[in-house]
């Protein structure tokens, strides 16, 4: 009947309004859980909403802003990523994680002076951070100068061992490098630090293959180095 479909209508404005009124009523933090939780399910546009909406209530937060900063790379508007965190990298309470997201941001609007300024002064501040050496040498890999990348890789791994990331890269390129000794020696630490990831896989692939060749040419053992080659150093 036409009354009970009105009322029905007029029931979902009304939940509607109460869901409306829910989310205004939340306090800055419960919008950044909130938000937190559309950027893990990839709903990034959500998540610039609600971050926005809990900035209006806690303008010079820093966490808000620093997510604010990664939502808007994720959503590949890095022209606004780079506006909100470039403010932040000065700030007193600045992280290694917010010099990751401003020097990702800058490689994605292929400003790589910028990037490589951005981890440089990162490491600065934060020496002992294996993120930090992972990024930086990404970015000297995508440079083709894979020499130093390794080196900032292996500079990592002294600094962080506990961090996988720098163990997966320095295991890939020193297995293009033609090193399996090397090879092995990061690609085993790598896979008993991260396991069942699509790296895991590739790195376990790595290893079958360099274990191969160094029982196809027994001759390799008697000259196993004791530091990572001279031309990675």
Known sequence: MQWQKAVRIWILIIASALSVTRVAAQDAAELHNTARTFMRSGDYANAVLVLNQALQQSPDDFQLRKDLAFAYYLRNDFNRAKSVVEPLLDKRDADAQVFQIAGNIYQAKGDFSGAEKTYKKGLRKFPKSGELHNDYGELQSNLKNVSAAVQTWVKGIQVDPNFPG??????????????PTWTILYGETFVNLESYTTRTAEVRNLLVDSYKKLFDDPAIFNNIPDDVPAKHR
């Open 166 to 179: 720098n163990y997966y890269h320095a295991a890939v390129s020193l297995y293009y490098g033609k090193d």
